[in-house]
């Protein structure tokens, strides 16, 4: 049965609550609860970036934004693996199609997970495909997913090849270093692979997701997939930031409404610096959401028009995304600063929100400087730093 991008946005929302509930359970467990993995593939949002030929919803970005942000209304940590199961089953419609039929008709609620740092993996080529090893951080969602995209370097230091590996569970091993401060429920455990055999179809040079030339690109042809997937990639974390800012910041305002001071016993509402500090909060997410989706939205008329985004479109996408993530981080401290010692109490969600932000902030796609470079680099008509952009 198909389903549209609204009604899975209704489904989203209807699942904060008992998201809310699991949070403690999730950073308890530092993974994210089976029964939450079920209902995300029971109210069909793992289908949400499934190409329609599957039986999935294809949404467009600002769609999978949305989504993404109201799971992370409920619990970051599951937010950010939602993000991540997303994007990879978003990935796979851009691999061969023997790939896609490999999984999806098996199963169209597969699940996928990926580590794209390519210089922790080597690879090289051998007859009907290439032969990985390495070893990445951050797998997360990893303890879930059913195959995993690894990205890696093939060639020699002087001519090197980015590329991306799809390896089913079962050839790669999961080692168990996940113990933070942020973002626990994550799950976000280092994978390793030695001498497993990949072949040629389970592969792509991740230079091909640049241009609408994937060879998935030859099925699966609509502007959402022909988007650059790395220039993109900003509204995939920057959504699970963009919720857990919004979230923290109006669970603040509702809950100092009421709020007495604990030593002069007078509403903390009647503060001029508590008004100075909700207005400043609120604007700041409201920014970053426009950032956010506002870009989401020009990409795709963009690709609808028949072009896609020039070289600084590009670079901008990134850097404004991270700009934002700044906004949606300043947003939360803001609010935590107010909130007096009562904040820093694991019981009070604005504590999780706290740590959750700062750690979804130190993601490359949110990180400012380097975004913020790679921009500023070609605004001033030199090479881009970033070629995968």
Request: contains cysteine.
């Amino acid at each position: 049965m198909e389903i549209s991008g609204s009604q899975l946005l209704e489904r989203a929302e209807a699942m904060i609550p008992v998201l809310q509930e699991r949070a403690s359970e999730a950073e308890a467990l530092r993974r994210i609860p089976d029964e939450t993995i079920s209902d995300l593939i029971e109210a069909g949002l793992i289908r949400a970036t499934l190409p329609a030929r599957f039986g999935g919803a294809e949404v467009n970005y600002r769609t999978a934004m949305e989504i993404v942000a109201l799971i992370a209304r409920g619990c970051g940590s599951t937010a950010w693996v939602f993000c991540n199961l997303a994007s990879c089953t978003f990935k796979l419609a851009l691999w061969p199609l023997q790939a896609q039929e490999e999984f999806w008709l098996a199963n169209p609620d597969s699940l996928f997970t990926g580590n794209l740092i390519f210089p922790c993996g080597k690879a090289e080529r051998v007859d009907g495909g290439y032969k990985l090893n390495g070893r990445w951080p951050f797998g997360s969602g990893i303890d879930h997913a059913c195959a995993n995209f690894f990205g890696a370097m093939v060639g020699s230091k002087e001519s090197s090849e980015f590329r991306i590996f799809l390896i089913p569970r079962g050839q790669y091993s999961i080692i168990d270093t996940w113990h933070t401060s942020g973002l626990r429920g994550t799950g976000s455990k280092d994978v390793s692979v030695k001498d497993q055999f990949v072949p040629e179809y389970l592969t792509i040079n991740a230079m091909d997701t640049r241009n609408g030339d994937a060879p998935g690109n030859q099925v699966n042809n609509s502007t959402v997939y022909r988007l650059p997937l790395f220039s993109m990639f900003f509204t995939w974390v920057g959504a699970t930031v963009l919720g857990i800012a919004e979230a923290a910041v109006d669970n603040y305002v509702e809950a100092t409404r009421s709020r007495v001071a604990s030593y002069s016993g007078q509403k903390l509402a009647d503060y001029g610096t508590v008004h100075v500090k909700v207005a400043e909060a609120r604007a700041a997410v409201a920014s970053a959401r426009r950032i956010y989706l506002g870009n989401c939205d020009e990409a795709t008329e963009i690709g609808d028009s028949g072009r896609l985004p020039n070289a600084e479109e590009r670079a901008r996408y990134r850097s404004e995304g991270a700009y934002a993530a700044k906004l949606c981080c300043q947003a939360v401290d803001l609010i935590t600063s107010a909130s007096g010692g009562g904040g820093i109490y694991d019981k009070n969600p604005l504590s999780r929100a706290f740590r959750d932000i700062h750690a979804g902030t130190a993601h490359i796609t949110q990180t400012w400087d380097p975004n913020a470079v790679t921009y500023g680099r070609i605004a001033l008509g030199l090479n881009t730093d970033n070629p995968l952009l």
